[in-house]
């Protein structure tokens, strides 16, 4: 489920917390339900939920809440909150990576005894779907490389590059800042 704190990726733990094995997973998933964004392949969420979700609606959740899936009989419905797709569409891609993560995830999930875990973990997921860690990754790193010997990128630069990112790929500002955050070296 998808509530308040990770409505624009804003609790999106480190990518570290996913293993080798869920990175490659997500690879796996967006190269079997493509969208190519500037040459990066990334998860096209309509596909992917018509393939998982037995439906997908619009509802009028809980305040707070902004997606929600319920798993009957092994079927998998996902509501997302009503108007959220108009309003907020990045937020809404977010949630929705979310929730696909949620079922994609569902047995490895289970095994976390922990509920924050698990949401950690949907929401570095969905992250990795939307905004592959190796891209950031390799962009970052031409970043870097143009300012060796100096100061490094200021601010602003990275602020820059945050805006183009979300801009590109769709996805909130706060998760292409985090993305980019994760990527830097220690103490830039």
Aim: hydrophobic letters at 45%; proline letters at 5%; one cysteine or more.
């Amino acid at each position: 489920m998808s509530g308040a704190p990770g409505q624009n990726g804003a609790s999106v733990a480190a990518r570290t917390c996913l293993s080798p094995r869920l990175i490659a997973y997500a690879q796996h998933v967006r190269e079997h339900f493509p969208r190519a964004i500037a040459g990066t392949t990334v998860a096209d969420l309509d596909a992917l939920a018509d393939d998982v979700c037995t439906s997908l609606d619009d509802f009028p959740l809980t305040t707070g809440v902004l997606g929600c899936t319920v798993f009957e009989h092994g079927e998998a419905y996902t509501a997302i909150r009503e108007g959220l797709r108009r309003d907020e569409p990045a937020r809404y891609r977010f949630t929705l990576a979310h929730e696909l993560s949620e079922i994609l995830l569902r047995r490895y999930l289970d095994a976390l005894p922990d509920q924050c875990r698990r949401e950690h973990v949907c929401d570095a997921f969905a992250a990795e779907l939307l905004l592959p860690h190796a891209a950031v990754l390799a962009t970052v790193a031409v970043l870097i490389e143009a300012h060796a010997g100096g100061p490094g990128p200021s601010d602003a630069t990275l602020d820059q590059l945050a805006r183009r990112m979300a801009f590109t790929y769709d996805v909130s500002l706060t998760a292409a800042r985090i993305s980019i955050a994760e990527c830097l070296p220690k103490g830039t």
